[in-house]
């Protein structure tokens, strides 16, 4: 609780939008995802869901993902991400390009 008190509530709320935004960004468009979050800021929470093609298995995805650790959520078929005021720009990229090539290569089998 100290931390987040000493960093700031807004810095942290900037930060993790900011976050969101480089996932929305990524998956928007993304062949192999459907982005199931609002991409709207105003209606928008510290969290991103992407709903995954039928032809994946998201049980075997999820576990290639969290054997890469990328730590998400998998929760009635679809991933969440929710990263936080300690994540990185880049480890969000990371676990956002993970996830397209693990999509890419489990629908490609």
């Not at 991103?48 to 054997?67: C, G, H, M, S, Y």
Request: hydrophobic content about 40%; glycine content about 4%.
């Amino acid at each position: 609780l100290s931390t987040i008190l000493e960093v700031g509530q807004e810095v942290i709320e900037s930060h993790i939008l900011g976050l969101t935004q480089v996932l929305i960004d990524q998956f928007a468009n993304d062949e192999h995802t459907r982005l199931f979050s609002p991409a709207v800021l105003s209606e928008r929470a510290g969290i991103v869901t992407i709903e995954l093609p039928k032809n994946v298995d998201p049980t075997k995805a999820f576990e290639q993902l969290t054997r890469r650790e990328v730590f998400i959520s998998f929760r009635n078929g679809k991933f969440r991400y929710s990263p936080h005021f300690y994540n990185t720009r880049d480890e969000v990229l990371a676990a956002a390009a993970y996830t397209k090539d693990i999509l890419q290569a489990v629908s490609a089998s």
